[in-house]
């Protein structure tokens, strides 16, 4: 079981790794541009928005958990 769970994760992270674009100049990566100059489509910057939501809720629980159950709690919901 626990090497299926670590070869699905390898496999996804491998493919996560070469669907990513590569930015190829300083203004790529600080002004979001891609490699022709253009913005970032409406669907990616949701995409985006969705992934920071759920990081920052991620965190928030976290600290909510520690809070009320110290530190077992905090450590508890990141196991």
């Given amino acids: 079981m626990t090497t299926a769970l670590l070869l699905c994760l ?3 992270a491998i493919i996560s ?4 674009p590569r930015k190829r100049t300083v203004d790529g990566f600080y002004a979001d541009q ?3 100059g253009a913005a970032p489509s ?7 928005q969705v992934t ?4 920052a809720r991620s965190l928030l629980t976290a600290a909510i958990l520690g809070f009320y159950c110290g ?9």
């Fill in 42 to 48: 409406m669907i990616m910057m949701v995409f985006s």
């Fill in 34 to 36: 891609s490699a022709d």
């Fill in 52 to 55: 920071t939501w759920i990081f």
């Fill in 17 to 20: 790794l070469l669907l990513t």
């Fill in 71 to 79: 530190i077992g709690g905090a450590l508890a919901y990141t196991a």
């Fill in 10 to 12: 390898l496999t996804l």
